[in-house]
């Protein structure tokens, strides 16, 4: 087994676990890598992807292990592992000065990463609507969340995971609970698709993952510039215990505020997300 392998869009992992991932472009372009948010999947990114392609750049996701097309494990849902696996994947494809963008979970993921494994292959990143710092309330976190509100998501989860996987795009997500919320129902149906796409054992214990995880440390290393994006109605993780930390721990961090935005604002107002990544990748 050789860790890094590729092999018909699959790296292997230091464990043997197969990760599924995209790779468009020209290979000498400048490289962004999107990571997903839970229990979605490299899909998640289709508005991000094409438009930045059609700039030019050479663009690369991922499905967590899992989630999507990736091995569905029963082990190492959890962020140490997340992190090991996306420099299997830039390893893999030999990637260089790559530009990092993280979506809630993924935004998690890619704090680990550059925390874990240093940024002498990264060139800049961003946290959109991502969960760190950290998410549950704890005495040093009391702003957070309470532990019984990621203990119900897994009950939700455990008892009915297709029927849980209609409410949270439905609602929250996309903020389509809204009063005047322009509902969607193929972003719903494509939500549904992507998270019955995994494995329930991954989902399950990714929760703890994105949830549970501290950052702090992380993200206090991460010496390149991030742009830390929110939108302040975002009901799935609040921006007060999540971007507004977070762009405080950065040593080199820049927090840019969406008034009324949802939590998957990257689809919901593609427009708007996509020009101001690229003004920050242009910078």
Same mark, same amino acid.
């Given at each position: ?37 839970? *229990? ?20 690369? /996701? ?7 097309? &990736? ?11 997340? /992190? ?71 009950? +939700?989860?455990?008892?009915?995971? /297709? ?5 949270? *795009? &439905? ?54 510039? %991030? ?9 799935? %993780?609040?921006?007060?215990?999540? /971007?507004?930390?977070? &762009? ?34 242009? +910078?």
């Amino acid at each position: 087994m050789t860790i890094g392998k590729t092999e018909d869009g699959f790296v292997t992992a230091k464990d043997g676990v197969s990760i599924y991932y995209k790779d468009w472009g020209p290979r000498d372009a400048q490289t962004i890598m999107f990571h997903h948010g839970w *229990p979605l999947t490299a899909d998640d990114w289709d508005a991000q992807m094409l438009f930045f392609l059609n700039q030019g750049y050479r663009v690369v /996701a991922h499905d967590r292990r899992g989630h999507g097309r &990736s091995t569905q494990t029963a082990t190492g849902n959890e962020m140490d592992t997340y /992190a090991d696996d996306v420099l299997a994947v830039v390893t893999g494809l030999e990637l260089k000065n790559v530009f990092h963008v993280g979506h809630s979970t993924g935004g998690g993921e890619v704090s680990r990463y550059l925390g874990r494994h240093g940024t002498s292959r990264a060139g800049k990143a961003v946290l959109l609507g991502a969960v760190p710092p950290i998410m549950v309330k704890t005495e040093a976190n009391p702003g957070g969340l309470p532990l019984e509100v990621f203990d119900g998501f897994r009950a +939700a989860l455990a008892a009915n995971r /297709a029927q849980f996987f209609r409410d949270i *795009p &439905s609602g929250p997500f996309y903020g389509f609970n809204r009063d005047g919320a322009q509902v969607s129902q193929g972003v719903i149906d494509n939500w549904w698709r992507q998270g019955m796409m995994g494995g329930t054992k991954a989902h399950y214990d990714c929760i703890k993952a994105f949830s549970e995880t501290d950052f702090t440390e992380d993200l206090k290393k991460i010496d390149i510039p %991030v742009l830390v994006m929110h939108g302040d109605d975002d009901q799935i %993780v609040p921006i007060a215990d999540s /971007a507004l930390l977070s &762009s405080k721990l950065l040593p080199k961090g820049t927090l840019k505020v969406y008034k009324g935005f949802p939590h998957g604002m990257a689809t919901t107002h593609a427009e708007t997300i996509n020009a101001d990544l690229l003004a920050f990748f242009k +910078a």
